[in-house]
């Protein structure tokens, strides 16, 4: 199977903004609901926000209001938008298929095997 291809990881200042992108071709079309997550090193993975297929999110409660989730028309690309970035925010950002779509926390469905390397988000205070 093809890897996700992630793009937008960077360094930048408590304050700035990113913007993730992650590319997986079809395989996306097979899941009616996509999340991006993110992992700090020593820590479980944590969801972040979802998308359904017709575009209805849920984000978690530590980046409502700052980060917004987002589809391409054919659904092949996932993206993330990070707005007001804290230093709490630092970590490795993963797009992947959420449990459900509709309930938080939102948690990682056990059959999603594509994760990739990822991309790292570092901010800086």
């Known amino acids: 199977q093809v890897q996700p291809v992630y793009s937008g990881g960077a360094s930048v200042q408590a304050g700035g903004s990113l913007r993730l992108s992650c590319a997986a071709s079809?395989?996306?079309?097979?899941?009616?609901?996509m999340a991006w997550f993110r992992q700090v090193p020593g820590k479980e993975r944590e969801g972040v926000a979802t998308?359904?297929?017709?575009?209805?999110?849920i984000y978690a409660d530590f980046v409502k209001g700052r980060f917004t989730i987002s589809q391409n028309n054919n659904r092949s690309t996932l993206f993330l938008q990070m707005n007001s970035l804290k230093p709490e925010d630092a970590a490795v950002y993963y797009c992947?298929?959420?449990?459900?779509?509709?309930?938080?926390?939102?948690?990682?469905?056990?059959?999603?095997?594509?994760w990739g390397q990822g991309t790292q988000v570092t901010v800086s205070s």
């Open positions: 079809a395989y996306f079309l097979r899941w009616s609901c």
């Open positions: 998308i359904d297929i017709p575009g209805s999110t």
């Open positions: 992947g298929a959420p449990a459900t779509c509709r309930l938080t926390p939102i948690q990682a469905d056990p059959r999603w095997n594509l």
